[in-house]
Nanobody
Framework: QVQLVESGGGLVQAGGSLRLSCAAS????????MGWFRQAPGKQRELVAA???????NYADSVKGRFTISRDNAKNTVYLQMNSLKPEDTAVYYC???????????????WGQGTQVTVSS
């Protein structure tokens, strides 16, 4: 069984910063990519940022230059540093990991429970 546990959400004023963390634990053989998605009320879930095991990153245009994703492979943990936050960044942020639970298992996506980020104007 695999668990993704997120932390670091909260309430912040516009222009402020937050750092999200997500630790994956359990029966993990390998993790290929980890990332962060977000879902605002009434909107579809969207990719915010992703990072491969080799360190390649991908960002949504709306967060480029403000957010930074990083990863500690030894700890199976991914981080999202969010700077210059805007009210439109308000959403529930979900951690995602594409991983294998054994050498012979197919890869699958796992999700965290979500953490609320609220940016006040």
């Amino acid at each position: 069984q695999v668990q993704l546990v997120e932390s670091g959400g909260g309430l912040v004023q516009a222009g402020g910063s937050l750092r999200l963390s997500c630790a994956a634990s359990g029966s993990i053989f390998s993790i290929s990519a980890m990332g962060w998605f977000r879902q605002a009320p009434g909107k579809q879930r969207e990719l915010v940022a992703a990072i491969t095991s080799g360190g390649s990153t991908n960002y949504a245009d709306s967060v480029k230059g403000r957010f930074t994703i990083s990863r500690d492979n030894a700890k199976n943990t991914v981080y999202l540093q969010m700077n210059s936050l805007k009210p439109e960044d308000t959403a529930v942020y979900y951690c995602n990991a594409a991983l294998m639970t054994s050498k012979l298992s197919p890869g699958a996506d796992y999700w965290g429970q979500g953490t609320q980020v609220t940016v006040s104007s």
